[in-house]
């Protein structure tokens, strides 16, 4: 039943890590866990606390995991393995991570699969995920999102944060793709496009509101009654 709390040093932080058992090294200052170990953070994309609250009051986020290794030092903690994780809007898996609660920084080494929980939710799928929280930054690796009748898939995805660390924007840069499925059941219609790049912009709920493809944009939509084609240096979708 070993607790470990980090609190940062200007004392504005309320990390938790647990673990049924650790060994621990005092001359190097590393806990390691070969065990279950959970880890409650207080400030991911997500977790700002209403005006008036702390941060211990906040919905934080969870990771569970084996094999974690904290250095004291220099606020880092490390597996090599599978792990879970759940946030106020949604959960997700990865293999590997870093954490440094110094810089403020998560680092998803790979599998990266996220879930979010919305009127039409979406799941998030990255070889690589690297979180900035002074940055407010999210960076994606060959990021591929998913919706029901939507998926877009890029070389390299930015997601950038507001103050609350919510997000306000994006940008998918490198080979784009995307398809939407619309239309009637009786005539359906497929629409797919390309780019070098797309623009996001988003709402206070998380929504897309406009989209802006650039770089030899390409739109081919498909369907019983015809085809259309179309090319342009800049496409832009509302």
Same mark, same amino acid.
């Given at each position: 039943?070993?607790?470990?709390?980090?609190?940062? &040093? /200007? @004392?504005?932080?309320?990390?938790?890590?647990?673990?049924?058992?650790?060994?621990?090294?005092?001359?190097?200052?590393?806990?390691?866990?070969?065990?279950?170990?959970?880890?409650?953070?207080?400030?991911?994309?997500?977790?700002?606390?209403?005006?008036?609250?702390?941060?211990?009051?906040?919905?934080?986020?969870?990771?569970?995991?084996? !094999?974690?290794?904290?250095?004291? &030092?220099?606020? %880092?903690?490390? %597996?090599?393995?599978?792990?879970?994780? *759940?946030?106020?809007?949604?959960?997700?898996?990865?293999?590997?991570?870093?954490?440094?609660?110094?810089? !403020?920084?998560?680092?998803?080494?790979?599998?990266?699969?996220?879930? $979010?929980?919305?009127?039409?939710?979406?799941?998030?799928?990255?070889? *690589?995920?690297?979180?900035?929280? &002074?940055?407010?930054?999210?960076? $994606?690796? &060959?990021?591929?999102?998913?919706?029901?009748?939507?998926?877009?898939?890029?070389?390299?995805?930015?997601?950038?944060?507001?103050?609350?660390?919510?997000?306000?924007?994006?940008?998918?840069? !490198?080979?784009?793709? @995307?398809?939407?499925?619309?239309?009637?059941?009786?005539?359906?219609?497929?629409?797919?496009?390309?780019?070098?790049?797309?623009?996001?912009?988003?709402?206070?709920?998380?929504?897309?509101?406009?989209?802006? /493809?650039?770089?030899?944009?390409?739109?081919?939509?498909?369907?019983? %009654?015809?085809?259309?084609?179309?090319?342009?240096?800049? $496409?832009?979708?509302?």
């Amino acid at each position: 039943d070993v607790e470990i709390q980090i609190f940062g &040093k /200007a @004392g504005d932080r309320h990390d938790l890590i647990t673990s049924h058992a650790c060994d621990y090294d005092s001359n190097t200052g590393q806990f390691y866990s070969d065990g279950e170990v959970i880890i409650t953070l207080g400030s991911l994309p997500g977790q700002t606390p209403a005006p008036g609250a702390s941060v211990a009051t906040s919905e934080p986020t969870v990771i569970k995991t084996t !094999g974690l290794l904290y250095d004291q &030092k220099k606020g %880092t903690a490390t %597996t090599e393995r599978p792990l879970a994780f *759940e946030f106020r809007q949604g959960n997700g898996t990865a293999t590997g991570a870093v954490y440094n609660s110094t810089e !403020g920084t998560v680092w998803l080494r790979s599998d990266v699969v996220i879930h $979010l929980e919305r009127d039409r939710p979406v799941d998030i799928h990255a070889t *690589e995920l690297r979180y900035f929280q &002074k940055e407010h930054q999210i960076q $994606l690796n &060959k990021p591929e999102f998913r919706r029901v009748g939507q998926m877009v898939t890029s070389a390299a995805g930015t997601v950038y944060l507001d103050e609350k660390q919510q997000a306000k924007s994006g940008l998918l840069d !490198g080979d784009v793709q @995307g398809t939407m499925e619309g239309g009637t059941p009786e005539k359906p219609r497929t629409t797919e496009f390309w780019s070098s790049r797309l623009d996001l912009t988003l709402n206070e709920k998380q929504e897309v509101t406009a989209a802006v /493809a650039s770089g030899n944009a390409r739109m081919d939509s498909h369907g019983s %009654t015809g085809r259309s084609e179309g090319r342009a240096d800049r $496409l832009e979708m509302d």
